[in-house]
């Protein structure tokens, strides 16, 4: 196997697990409170990775990344800037999937992907007619899966479209932070931080037993060491074989996966006007990653 295919099989196996883990996190969320659930699985994914990087050195006989003295800094900053913001995404999502079925937080969490390029208009960049394309399609797709009679829309789809929000500025922040970091120690820096806002948010408006906590073991288990430490990780590994465009065409299946896992493991099932726009916003997510070449400053 090359490389090249054992990054794409990487790849594919983190949208499998990103995908699956609505379910665990609907499964979790029916034993324990939202913020009790992300704090437990973000000190579960900050123990992870740092045992990781203690760890990996004495396997692989090399660091996981490279760090300078000019990293730590920048690191530091950047992973708590990252927490917070994961902080108000972790939350919207976790409690608005309460709300709605694993297959339609899924796609509606994936617009991040529409949302980035979008988001380059308040950068100074300009946005090409395939971008605007995306979004109108997007759009559509969001209003067929989403919007009931009478042209509302329902609380946990609004919470998970708030939530793809707070995803697209946490994507512009790694983006800024992640060149000038050490990649693994901004995520562990993020999960901690997130983990300890949960927390404190939790004991104001939670209660929580030890009871429901083991009830939810396994929900928070898969999401922390799973989707959070084992998913970053195989994200960082697989991109440094498989050029971009591939790896986010690849993580974006990660939408069909919620779909297909929400169907046969909790029994959900989407209308066919549902399903219609499901298929309308994962074509504008693969339409939005398609490279074309344009002038310098602009997004297309």
């Not at 079925?101 to 617009?111: Q, R, V």
């Amino acid at each position: 196997m090359t490389k090249k295919m054992r990054g794409n099989l990487m790849l594919t196996l983190t949208a499998f697990i990103w995908g699956t883990a609505f379910v665990a996190q609907i499964s979790g969320g029916d034993h324990i409170g939202p913020f009790a659930f992300n704090f437990s699985r973000n000190i579960i994914a900050t123990l992870f990775l740092f045992i990781l990087i203690q760890v990996w050195p004495m396997i692989m006989k090399r660091p996981i990344d490279v760090e300078t003295e000019e990293m730590k800094r920048p690191t530091l900053i950047g992973g708590i800037a990252c927490g917070v913001i994961l902080t108000a995404a972790m939350a919207f999502q976790q409690v608005g999937i309460v709300y709605t079925t694993a297959g339609k937080a899924g796609f509606i969490t994936s617009l991040y992907i529409v949302l980035v390029p979008l988001a380059g208009i308040f950068l100074g960049k300009r946005i090409g007619f395939r971008i605007w394309f995306c979004v109108a399609l997007a759009a559509v797709g969001l209003y067929m899966l989403s919007i009931k009679a009478g042209f509302t829309m329902q609380f946990g789809d609004l919470l998970i479209l708030i939530c793809a929000f707070c995803y697209t500025l946490h994507i512009l922040v790694i983006d800024y932070f992640s060149p000038k970091s050490h990649g693994t120690k901004l995520s562990m820096i993020q999960f901690l931080v997130a983990g300890i806002l949960s927390g404190i948010i939790m004991l104001f408006l939670e209660d929580i037993s030890m009871e429901n906590v083991m009830n939810a073991a396994i929900p928070i288990l898969y999401t922390g060491v799973l989707s959070s430490g084992v998913g970053y990780t195989f994200q960082i590994l697989a991109q440094k074989d498989t050029d971009p465009t591939t790896a986010s065409l690849l993580m974006s299946l990660e939408s069909v996966f919620a779909v297909l896992a929400g169907a046969v493991l909790l029994g959900e099932r989407l209308s066919i006007r549902e399903g219609m726009g499901c298929i309308l916003m994962f074509v504008a997510i693969i339409l939005a990653q398609i490279p074309m070449k344009r002038r310098q400053k602009e997004i297309i």
